[in-house]
């Protein structure tokens, strides 16, 4: 059973950062694409940011700049650091592994909420 733990959401004020953070077992890490995804209230899931088994990286356009995915390869982890976080960028943010740039993989995490507000 594949499983992905997230931790690392909140609430902060806008302008604030947070960190999320991803582990996984080393056959998944090593192997698959690793994303962030989210999911605000009645909109769809969308990429936020996604980095493959080598390091290429792919990043939604309002993103790009503010956040930064990364792989710690001796923690099977997968980073999501975000900065200069705005109301928008509310929501529920999921890990996934097995996918690509143009769609998820069939695995995923829990959720982790983000708020961002004053």
């Known amino acids: 059973q594949v499983q992905l733990v997230e931790s690392g959401g909140g609430l902060v004020q806008p302008g604030g950062s947070l960190r999320l953070s991803c582990a996984t077992s080393?056959?998944?890490?090593?192997?698959?694409?690793m994303g962030w995804y989210r999911q605000a209230p009645a909109k769809q899931r969308e990429l936020v940011a996604s980095?493959?088994?080598?390091?290429?990286?792919k990043y939604e356009d309002s993103v790009k700049g503010r956040f930064t995915i990364s792989r710690d390869n001796a923690k099977n982890t997968v980073a999501l650091q975000m900065n200069s976080l705005k109301p928008e960028d509310t929501a529920v943010y999921y890990c996934?592994?097995?996918?690509?740039?143009?769609?998820?993989?069939?695995?995923w995490g829990q959720g982790t909420q983000v708020t961002v507000s004053s």
């Open positions: 080393e056959t998944i890490f090593r192997f698959y694409t």
């Open positions: 980095i493959t088994s080598d390091g290429i990286i």
């Open positions: 996934n592994a097995g996918g690509s740039f143009v769609r998820p993989g069939d695995f």
